[in-house]
Each structure stands twice: as C-alpha cells, then as structure tokens.
C-alpha cells in the first residue's frame, strides 16, 4: 500500500514542531514584554482639546503648580483648574486667540472643557496627593519636568513596585515642603538623598506598604 | 497542636438560633455540614459550569487583542468653581428626617453633589448623633429608578404646566368640597401655608393620617391629665423599667436618645437598671427584658391596672388577672420593686395598646414621682387620625368631597379596612396626589404628581419643642414638587421655598445661617407642661374597656423593613433581617410553638386570619416567646402598585386592620390556611457548632464570680512554628462590642452597607446564603435545661473579628489577605481569585463572597449612591468587613497633614460605630492603654471569642448581664 504521506513529511515535522514552539514562547514573551508598564505605560501623550503649554506656563512665566493644581494639598485629587482660572489671565491676555476658543466658549457656556486623563490608576487604588505633597515630596518625583513639556506626557510608569521603591525608602524624594512644586530644586552643596534622609527622620515619615495602605 | 472542640461541652443555659437548630433536624446538619451552602457555586441563568468555560473559551478566542487600544478618560472640571467644593473632598450638611410624626436630626455626606451617606447630627436631641435604619436607608430612595418622575393625569405622561392650568380652572369657590389629607404634618412651614390655603378656601378642610400613629398614646394623656401631651423620657436616670406591650427600643421610640438613655443604664457594671416586659410578640425590647412576661395584646390592660390597684394608683378592684398564680406574683414583684425606685422608675405604654393602658401608665409615673425626673411631658396637638380618615372617607362616600388633595402618605394602601378609603376615592370629583411613587393611591387619582425627596427640598420639622431646618443636598432628579411647594404654587406665591422657611422662623440672617449649621433652631426650646393625673377618670377608662375575650387575637406592629409601606421599594432594607426573626423580603404570621401545634401548622404554611369579614393569608412563622393563642403581623408588605424591588413581596394585613382595632383585634378568627410560602431567614446561617460564644450571667453572679465570662476558657500554650509577629508599634486597631448596650435595632448593618458599598442581593440568593452584609446581628435565644416557651434573647454583633494569627491568611493561595502592621486583617480585592478557602477558614463566618456580579444590572441612578472611597468588587472576590479603612486613613493622613503624629481617641469611628445610638460599639488603639477601647479591654467582663483556637481576635465582646428580681427567679 502506499503511503500517504510522503518520507519527507517526517523531518519537515521534526523542524516545524520547535518552530511552533518557539513561535508560541515568543508570543507569550512578547505579550508579557509589552504588557509591561514600563514599556505600556510611559510616553503617553494624547492631543488636549487646547494645547497649553506647561512649559510656558509653569517653566518660562514661572508660575507655580498650585495656582492652578489648587486642591493638591487638600484633597486626594490634584484637580484641573476650572475654566475660571484659566479666564483670570486670559480675560486680559491673548483675547482673541484662536486655539482659546474652547475655554472661552467653556466660560460662556457653563459646560467644562474635555481635558484628556493622561495619569491613570486603576480603581482600587486609593492615591492621594494631599498625603504626599504635604509631607514633601515634589510633584516631580511622579510626574518629571511637566514644566519643560509643551505637551504633558506621563514619565513614570505608575505600576506597584514603582510606588513600593518609594515607599520603602522615601528619603531620596523627600524635600522641604515649601520646595515641592519648584520642580528644578537641587541643593546646594549637599546630598538631595541626605537632606531627605534628615527629614524622613524628622517627620516619623514611614509610608505604608501592605495592601490597605493604597487599597480599600 | 490539634485542637479538639466538643459541640456538647455547654452546661447550663443553652443558647440556639431557631428551633430547628435546638431540634438538631436532618435539615439543619445538612445546611451546616455543607463547606458552602447547597447551590452556592452554581450560576443562576440555567448556564452549567461547563457552558459558561465554553462561552469563556469562545470569547478569549476572539477577543484577540482588539482591547490593545488605551482608552481615553476625560477629566471635566467645573467651568466656574463652586464655592467650598473640592474634588474628592466630601461636605456635610445639617438636614431633618421626618417619618411619621417624629423627626430626627441628620448630618448628610455629600461626594461631589451627591448625598451618599447619612449620619445622626449630635445637636439634635432626638439623634445624639446616631441614624435609625429608616433614616440611613432613605438615601437609597433619592435614587430609585422607580420614583415617580413626570406628573401623570389620568395615567398618562403631562407636565406641571398642564396641572397648574388645570388647578386654575378649576372653580373652587370657598372651598366647599376641598379636601386635604396629609401625613403627620410636623412641618411649622406646611401649617403656614395650610393657615393661608384656609384664608383663601375657608370651607375647605385639612386632615392627617398616619397608618402607624400616636392616637391611643394622646387620647390616654388626654384621659390622665386632660391634656394632649407626650411623654419624653431619661431612661438614663430610670433603675426601674416597666414596658406595658412598649418597644420603646424600636418602634415605640420617640427617638434614639430613648435607646441611648436605657443603654447606658445597663452598661455600668456594678448597677445595671431592671426592665420588665410585658408584650405578646417577642420585641427588640422584650429582648432586653431581665422578667418577661408573655400576654395577648388586650390582656396587657388587665395588667396595668392590677399594677395600678396593687400600689394603690388606682381604687382597689377586683384583680382582672386574678391574686394569685403567676401573674399574681408578678403584680406583687413589679409593684414592690417600683415603689422602692420612686422617682427612679419608669412606666411606658406601647402605641398600639389603647388609650386606658396609656393612661394607667401616665398615672402610675405621676404617682411614682416620676415626672419632672424620669418623664417629662410636652405638649402635642396631632389630632386623632384613625378617627379623621374615617370622617372622611364617609364624606367622600357621600359624594359631599368634589376635590381631594392628597400630600403623601399612600392612604389607598394604608387606610383602615372598614374606611372604605379605597373605594371612596372613586366617588371624588378630582383626585390630586402628590406622592414619591406611583403607588396605590397614585393609580387611582386623576392627577399624579411627583414628590420630591426630603433631600431634595426645603422644609422643617418640629417635634417635642425641637426646630429644625430640612436643608436639602440636591437639586431635584426629576420635575418634582414637595408639599410645601406645592401648596405655594396654589397660593400662587412667588419665590424660593427657602424664603418660606426662613420667613417661617423669623430669623435674621446670623440665627438663620446657625440653624442650617447646626440642624437645630437654637431659640425653640422644649416645653415641659405641668401635668395632674386624675385617677378617677382612668379608673373609669380601664372598667369601661371590654374584657378579654379567650378568642384569638391579632396584633398589628410597624414593619422594621418597610415601615407601613412606604420603603417597600428600598432593597437596602428589604434585605436586612427583621431584628427577631431575622426574616427577610417578607413578613409572616408570627406565633408561638404551641399555638402552632393547635393550628396543626409548621413554618412556612399559611393561615388564614379572618378579621370583620375580610381574610388574609399569611403564612407562619414560628417564634419561641410569643404569647399563645395570639398572632403578630407585620404592616407594610404585599404593596400591589410598587416598583421593581417591592413587587411581590410578603402579605398586605391592612384589608384585616380595622379603625377599631388598629393595634390589635380580639375579633379574629385564625385557622389552618391553603398552600405554603417559601420564607427566608438569615437565622441559621454561619452557625457556630454550639460554641460559647455568647456568655451572659446575672448581676448576682457577677457580683459572686467578676470573671466569669472568661472562667471557662481554655488554657492554650502559645506556640507557633512561625514565631509570633509583635504588634507593639504605633495604632494598633481594636474594636469592642458590649452585648449589654446592643439593642440588635440594625442600625449598624445599614451604616455598613451604606459606607462600604454593600449590594443587595435578593431573596432567592439570601437563601442559598450568600447575602453581603459585613456586619450581622446574631439572635440567640437561651433557657435553661432544653425547651421552654419563655427563651431570653441575646445579641451578638458579629463582623471580621481581626484575629492576629488569622486563620484566613494561612490558606490565601495569592497572598490577597494579609495582615497589616497596625493589626487589621487586610482583603486586596484586585489580588483575589476566589478560591474561597479563607471563607472556609474561617470560625466566625464572617467572609463574604461575590458569587455574582451583584453591580452588574444596577441602574445608572443608583450607583450615585456609592461611596467612592471603597472599592466596587466585582464577581469571584472575596470580602468582609475592614475596620472601615478608609475612615482610618483619611484620619490619618489627615493628622499627618496637620503636623501631629498622634490621632486622637475616638477621631475615627466605623460606620458601626457612629450610628449606632445604644453606644454599643466602641474603637480604638489597644496600644494606648488611655483610649476607650483599652479601657474597656481591660474590663473583667471583657471576652474574646474561641480562645482555644489562640486566634487573637482584635474585637472582643463585653459579656451580658441580666439583673433579675429574686422575688420571680
């Protein structure tokens, strides 16, 4: 009887199956890569509905965080400026510009302004800045020179081992308080992780790492 | 080490659930010996377990990797900032919770516009800064999906302007034919507004009812002192409590200061006050009873008036209840223990006896000496409302009403039986009713008209000489109208409502601002009116009422779920356990064993109760305690016209509610009914095996034995291949129960479920058990030697006991339930697969799993009520109660924020724990020896549970103490 398949069938057999098996290892491994926060989550850059510059707000004019990120120190939210706050200068300065239309209009109308979430966390974590920003660490530990960005992107990667590393030792991100929002801070003469260690000390800080310190 | 735990070691008193538990039916070994409730792991679609991997297979196959995209969220701020709103950051407003004709202060949470949680205000006396269950609960109802939200004429949709054209249309002359039927109207506004609407309409005519009312408790202060007054009490300062058929635990309390007074009288140790019940169904305050005695509802007056005749309140008689014999003794007890606590004693009448036994109370408290000490009593015009309803239920039989104008209330629903009201409402010319639902009533009248909900709109309440302001926390969901504001439309006034209000009080502008911060309206002070008790005239009330008759009897009491009906569409409280059957979606007969046994009836059958002609079906359940020959029916179910949580649920017993026997008939007929009902109780759920984790003595005992609660624990070396961790550092979080103050109200379950996002589950799933609440109540009941128709009641709060060497936490394949450095047993919700071993780990069944997605169908408006500091959980995860640690690190990082490294005692409390109005539930740092909690740890009362297991529970529980008359023992 012949035979149905051919001999050859056998070593193409013998090559293909550690081909489909690499094929599927490497598919895994490239799932497992990209999923990665590190490399899924950093770079993120959407477009904003009007494209305001950080870097010429808070880099070029100087202007602190908190006159427009006004809650971080009160609340778990940073909170976007409303429309008003945009409006107290820019009632005065560039009036008629074109690509302030939206805030405008938001300002006549009453409905907000569709800013794009850039930082998120998942749900069941419970992040809050008035606990961070209030001890001393700088909003640029977690969010990098937003004031040399024209378009804020997000730098870290905001996964769970990334807080823990901070979490189990925060001297290296913490400052004097009135310093947080001056993002390009670098002391004089000394050691930014000395200064942070004196101060950790200083204040008892001893952030949490079990589970229902960030999830509730 | 193996630890051996025999289930018959108890001596002495036995403590037990249900009587098919004290049985030991096959029934119940199988519910128990089963690791998970039969059913529990199945889907509840029809789709097998192997269907539903198929489906799953499917899906992951072509879900590819379509979902690669990052989704785009946007943040929306306000265009113009809102004064005082900061995002995440809640606000608290003052406001005023009316049912009935009894108001409590409130203090409302509001998460970014949303009222999501309800608190007690503490400036308000009647709160003391605790919430009833009814009050928290009613925050679910701003969002129910099924409120009434358009105005209907004849059934179908239209819209204000449309009622307002026709209102003006209408000719009503000087009001003749004009009807108007209102709640108890305790709103000082609503009066305003009804003064003007009867200048402009003088022949026209305002009437109140209230299905569940004052009416007896008036007419007997009226009998007594000649006067309509109600008494306040100090239970606080009462050694002596005499309850005459008086839940004044529950549904007789004027307010929570009532149970916050009675239990601190029994939290002190070393004198603890007595209270004697006499009741026919087993109440909450029967529960707290150190003597119970078990009487039909009409025997109750025999009772007080042998009381009254024994201490010479009234002129001597002849005995009804006879010298000697049981009752003979227990006049004798009482009378003799009452007159050595003069000025110290308390007498209270239950509402639904009639207006002779409130009157023997007023008379034997003014005897006693009581008043001006332990009662005061302040004046109270609500007029008699059974008896107005009737009056005009026969005008509008009549024909003579041509416009009725009904504000709330659903009297289709609730009305008296032989009232007619129901039918009548037919023969009106135009029906208006302005209701939150569209119920009974609101089927039946030509014009519906949408309620707003009491926290939506203004409004006042004035109870008992205490003003507040109803402050509302949102604008209207829907187009709806409060009564106050409807009556204004009427009168064509113009301007805010707020305007009324404030014009009401006359205050300025600094008074006012003070009223709406503290809740209260500082200048109304309460009154206490002079009162002198004329015994001839009980003596005559109390010969004039008819004997008992030996027929059965039938006893109406106020639901704890629904009230008279009205939460009906609230599954908050549909699914939390009645406080003694712990019956839930349902009200039942309740009788007792051996009345069960004449009516060759089990649990669940039906009875048929016929009262003047009309028949109900009710089916029965069956309850140790209960008087015999008697029946106990709940109000406020079997709702016809009602939304989709309500629908078909237990039995409607208003059709056999009579005027005449509006707390209870004696004309009833009670036999064996057709057919059977399926009842839900959560009772014999997570059982116990008969451990002793309930330990009580009497005050005797104590006195002889201080550490009898913890003398029979087991004495276990300490020995751990782990080694032990050392919680020595900083808050170490404990949490104590004291089973003298619990009144088991459920206060507490729906604080919890309201904080921590809890969801309702239904009936069907509840019986499978796999109901959410992280907190029960659990109701034992105890005798001595084996059965006896005279069980006490204790009971335990149980929730996740915290232990240090958690037994959960060894078997987390996943690490999802860890132990924090502080003590708390900590559940990581995104960690969890389910397995569900914890569960089983267990010995306090406490865990509670999401077989299903309990949130999945939930309706967009209803999620609004959450609270968005807790996780959401979804289905296949465990969870259970956390010591509310997100009031814990709000608190903390709050104090981090304000410089101090130390958090003051009693700055957190759980949402137990601020409701609860019996003081009962007390947290803190064990590792402060000066906070409360310490303090009370180190009580020789204080015990915690299944020592033998060495499981180092956090919570522990004060053992109960009884304080027995020797002359009854």
Redesign the interface.
């Known amino acids: 009887m012949a035979l149905i398949f051919p001999k050859q069938l056998d070593s193409i057999v013998r090559l293909a199956i550690p081909l489909i098996g690499l094929g599927v290892l490497a598919g895994i491994g490239g799932a497992f890569y990209i999923t990665q926060p590190d490399v899924l989550e950093p770079g ?1 850059q ?1 477009e904003q509905p009007v494209p305001y510059s950080h870097k010429l707000h808070a880099g070029n004019l100087g202007m602190d965080c908190l006159y427009c990120h006004n ?1 971080v ?5 940073a ?7 945009c409006m107290n200068c820019h009632g005065q300065v560039k009036k008629e510009s074109e690509s302030l239309r939206p805030i405008r209009e ?2 006549q ?9 850039i930082h ?1 966390l ?3 974590v ?1 992040f ?1 800045h ?2 961070h920003v ?2 001393g660490v700088s909003c640029v530990s977690c969010h990098g020179r937003i004031d040399q960005m024209v378009e804020v992107k997000q730098v870290a990667n905001l996964s769970m081992s990334w807080c823990l590393e901070c979490h189990r030792n925060p001297a290296p991100n913490v400052r004097p308080v009135e310093l947080v929002t001056k993002l390009d801070w670098k002391p004089e003469g000394r050691d930014a992780a000395d200064i942070g260690r004196e101060l950790v000390a200083q204040k ?1 800080i001893n952030p ?1 790492t ?4 960030c ?2 | 080490m193996i630890v051996q735990i025999d289930p018959v070691k108890q001596t002495g008193k036995k403590y037990w659930r249900s009587l098919e538990e004290l049985s030991n039916t096959s029934q119940f070994r199988q519910w128990v010996d089963k690791e998970f409730p039969s059913g529990a792991g199945e889907m509840l679609d029809g789709n097998s377990r192997r269907r539903f991997l198929n489906i799953m297979a499917a899906s992951m196959g072509l879900a590819g990797l379509t979902a690669c995209r990052r989704p785009v969220e946007h943040i929306l701020p306000f265009a113009k900032s809102v004064e005082e709103q900061i995002p995440g950051v809640p606000l608290h407003y003052a406001s005023v919770f009316s049912l009935g004709s009894k108001a409590q202060g409130l203090v409302v949470e509001s998460n970014d516009g949303r009222p999501t949680k309800i608190e007690g205000n503490k400036k308000h006396a009647r709160s003391l800064g605790a919430a009833s269950g009814f009050a928290q609960a009613s925050v679910l109802n701003v969002y129910d999906p099924d409120r009434s939200q358009v105005v209907l004429e004849a059934g179908k949709k239209s819209n204000w302007a449309k009622f307002a054209e026709f209102w003006k249309s209408q000719n009503l002359g000087d009001g003749e034919g004009v009807r108007v039927l209102t709640t108890a109207n305790i709103s000082p506004t609503l009066a305003g507004l009804e003064e003007q609407f009867l200048a402009k309409y003088p022949k026209a005519r305002f009437v109140e009812y209230e299905a569940i009312n004052e009416d007896e408790l008036l007419a007997g202060s009226e009998l007594a002192f000649k006067q309509r007054v109600r008494p306040v009490y100090d239970m606080e300062k009462a050694r002596v409590v005499v309850s005459l058929d008086s839940d004044f635990l529950l549904h007789d309390a004027a307010g929570l200061d009532t149970i916050r007074g009675f239990a601190r009288g029994r939290k002190n140790e070393h004198e603890i006050s007595r209270l004697y019940a006499v009741e026919s169904n087993y109440s909450t305050t029967g529960a707290q009873a150190d003597h119970r005695l078990r009487l039909k509802p009409s025997e109750v007056l025999g009772f007080a008036a042998d009381l009254a005749r024994e201490m010479g309140a009234l002129p001597q008689g002849l005995k009804i209840l006879g010298q000697d014999g049981k009752f003979g003794k227990w006049v004798k007890a009482v009378a003799k223990d009452l007159n050595e606590h003069k000025g110290t004693s308390v007498v209270l009448a239950g509402s639904r006896q009639p207006a002779a036994v409130h009157a023997v109370a007023a008379l034997l408290n003014s005897a006693l000496g009581n008043v001006g000490t332990t009662v005061e009593y302040v004046k109270n015009d609500r007029p008699a409302m059974g008896e107005s309803i009737g009056k005009l239920s026969a005008e509008m039989g009549s024909g003579a009403v041509k416009t009725l104008l009904v504000l709330g209330g659903n009297p289709a629903y609730t009305a008296p039986a032989d009232s007619g009201f129901a039918s009548n409402l037919s023969k009106v010319g135009s029906v208006i009713y302005l209701g939150a639902e569209a119920d009974e009533t609101a089927k039946t009248a030509k014009w519906h008209l949408p309620q707003s909900h009491f926290l939506e709109s203004w409004g006042d309440a004035l109870v008992d000489g205490i003003a507040s302001v109803q402050q509302p926390l949102i604008e209207p969901m829907f187009e709806t109208m409060s009564a106050i504001e409807l009556l204004a439309m009427m009168l064509d006034k113009q301007g805010k409502t707020v305007e009324l209000v404030k014009a009401q009080w006359k205050l300025d502008d600094k008074a006012w601002r003070s009223a709406l911060h503290d809740g209260v309206i500082e200048s109304v002070k309460p009154e206490s009116v002079k009162v002198a008790a004329d015994a001839k005239a009980v003596d005559a009330a109390v010969v004039a009422v008819k004997k008992p008759m030996s027929g059965f009897e039938v006893g109406f009491y106020p639901s704890a779920t629904t009230y008279d009906g009205r939460f009906g569409n609230n599954g908050w409280l549909q699914e939390t356990p009645e406080p003694m059957t712990k019956l839930v979606w349902d009200n039942a007969a309740i009788i007792s064993p051996k009345t069960a046994e004449g009516l060759k009836v089990v649990q669940g059958e039906n009875i048929s109760i016929t009262v003047a002609g009309k028949t109900v079906n009710v089916p029965v359940m069956i309850l140790p305690g209960h008087a015999e020959n008697c029946v106990s029916v709940a109000l406020g179910y079997g709702r016809k016209v009602v939304g989709r949580v309500g629908k078909d649920v237990g039995v409607d017993v208003y059709p056999i509610r009579t005027a005449a026997g509006m707390g209870f008939s004696t004309q009833a007929t009670v036999a064996k009914g057709t057919g059977t009902h399926n009842l839900v109780t959560t009772q014999e759920h997570f059982y116990q095996e008969a451990r002793p984790i309930v330990r009580e003595a009497t005050l005797a005992k104590y006195h002889h034995e201080k550490n009898f609660a913890t003398a029979e624990d087991e004495h276990i070396d300490e020995y751990s291949i782990y080694g032990y961790h050392k919680y020595d550092q900083g808050n170490q979080w404990g949490l104590v129960f004291d089973l003298n103050a619990c009144v088991g109200c459920n206060a507490c379950v729906t604080a919890c479920q309201a904080e921590n996002n809890i969801p309702i589950v239904g009936k069907d799933q509840v019986e499978k058990g796999r109901e959410m609440h992280w907190i029960r109540l659990d109701r034992y009941f105890s005798a001595e030697g084996e059965h006896s128709d005279d069980p006490q009641v204790v009971y335990q709060p149980m929730g996740c006991q915290h232990c240090e060497t958690a037994p959960c936490e060894s078997v987390c394949p996943v690490a999802a339930t860890t132990h924090s450095p502080e003590g708390l047993n900590d559940m990581a919700y995104n960690r969890c697969v389910g397995t569900r071993y914890c569960a089983n780990n267990c010995p306090f069944k406490v865990r509670r799993f999401n077989y299903l997605n309990w949130h999945k169908d939930m309706e967009e408006s209803m999620k609004m009520v959450s609270n968005p500091n807790v996780s959401v959980r979804m289905r296949g995860v465990m969870e259970k109660c956390t010591y509310c640690v997100q009031r814990i690190q709000e608190k903390k990082i709050q104090a981090k924020v304000e410089g101090r490294r130390e958090l003051r005692d009693g700055e957190i409390l759980t949402a137990c724990q601020q409701t609860c109005p019996a003081e009962a539930i007390t947290f803190g740092n064990i590792n402060d020896p000066n906070s409360a909690v310490s303090k009370l740890k180190k009580k020789d009362l204080n015990y915690g549970l299944l020592k033998e297991l060495n499981l180092k529970p956090r919570t522990s529980y004060l053992a109960k103490l009884r304080n027995p008359n020797p002359e009854l023992a």
């Open positions: 993120y959407p809650t120190d009160k609340s778990s939210f909170a976007v400026p409303s429309t008003q706050t938001s300002y109308s009453g409905n907000p302004v569709e800013w794009v979430k998120k998942p749900d069941y419970y809050n008035k606990a209030t001890v008892h949490p079990n589970c229902s310190g999830h509730r």
